[in-house]
């Protein structure tokens, strides 16, 4: 019997989205005026996508073995391809710390809050710090800034990093900085694991 594409969505431990490894996504089937399927992705030249999908596109989409094909927000069919198995290389996400405010502290472990006065050159390096803006409204905007290994100078106190800005709001993200080519993978899924518990609270 061929299961459906909720069903395979449900199951799955990883995606495959227009050829673009998905290690989180959004999925709330309860949800009828927004898209219930939702994901980022980087593609291997760094420039990232957003996906979505109703309730009804997915009742309507082509089910052959484990790949979904499916009509999307912007009307274009995509490809997503289920798999039940966790890639056994996927090397560990980077730690994400918060900058703290009423609406994460009881959200996040104590470790990961940083105090709200720190100023963005005094986050930490290699890790993901989050900044949220407009704590109260229910979808807010939030920065992240990702800070890379510190480089210092012979005879000289001065300390560099590479740190990369993305601006999101719920369906649309901005990014400007310097960043290694080889962790955009990493950073999407950063991105993806903050929307996580930001929308869903």
Known sequence: MTRSAFE???QAEVLVVNQMVIHKWLYDTHDEDSPIFECMAADDEGYIYEFGVMKHAMADAV?????????????EKIEIVCSAHKLTNKNPMMPIYWKRNSRIKNLVPADRLIDSRTKTNNFPYEAATVVILG???PKPRF???IRGKVKKYSNSAY???AVVRIHCRENSVDLNGEIASESFAEMNEV????????YSK
């Open 8 to 10: 395979l969505i449900e």
């Open 63 to 75: 089910v052959e073995g484990n790949l979904i094909t499916v009509v999307d927000t912007t009307g």
């Open 135 to 137: 704590v109260r409204s």
């Open 143 to 145: 920065r992240i800034y």
């Open 159 to 161: 300390e560099s990093c």
């Open 191 to 198: 991105v993806n694991e903050v929307k996580k518990l930001i």
